[in-house]
């Protein structure tokens, strides 16, 4: 099993010494096709353009290469989050507030384990948002498996000139 917290910890150096933030390192797909993702973006612009990923997938791949923590052979995507981006760490519920929200849990919370909703924020661990059936709602940090920025005509108009066509991404097998 890959563990990609061991990951982050090899790449992000590498990242932040580029001017990098790292939003998500993960691996998808099944052991005949794995891709390990890497979404970065620019702190001044949130996104990264054509050339930043390859700048940094080129770094990344020789940190990957001596350090060799994967056992299969796999697939580098370098890209940027995009607009309807992943919300992975405590930052982005602060820096999107106001912005409507695709949450899941790992657990259930008021018998729901998803939320279509409008992040308020986060203060003290809990994720603040407003539901539309249940009113606000209070979620720890640590319950979310998953969060994402949902498309919407103010995320678009707040993000302008970002793309809208999503993430630029260089791939490469590895």
């Known amino acids: 099993m890959t563990d990609i917290a061991a990951i982050a910890k090899l790449i992000e150096p590498e990242a932040k010494a580029l001017g990098f933030d790292l939003v998500r390192v993960a691996m998808f797909g099944g052991r005949s096709d794995p891709t ?3 979404m ?3 702190p001044d612009t949130r996104q990264l353009d054509l050339s930043d990923c390859e700048t940094l ?3 990344v791949s020789e940190i990957l290469d001596e350090a060799d923590p994967i056992e299969e052979a796999y697939r580098l995507e370098v890209s940027s989050p995009g607009i309807d981006r992943p919300l992975t760490r405590p930052q982005d519920y602060k820096d999107w507030a106001g912005f409507d929200a695709r949450i899941r849990l790992a657990e259930p919370l008021n018998g729901r384990k998803q939320f279509d909703c409008r992040l308020n924020g986060l203060e003290d661990g809990i994720v603040t948002v407003y539901d539309d059936r249940v009113g606000e709602i ?3 940090f640590g319950q979310i ?3 994402k920025l949902l498309l919407t005509d103010a995320l678009i108009k707040a993000t ?3 793309s809208i066509e999503g993430a630029d991404k260089i791939s490469q097998e590895g």
Do not use: G, N
Request: charged share 20%; net charge positive.
């Open 36 to 38: 390990l993702q890497i």
């Open 40 to 42: 970065a973006e620019r």
């Open 57 to 59: 997938s080129r770094r």
């Open 138 to 140: 209070a979620i720890p």
């Open 145 to 147: 498996a998953s969060a």
């Open 160 to 162: 302008a000139p970002l």
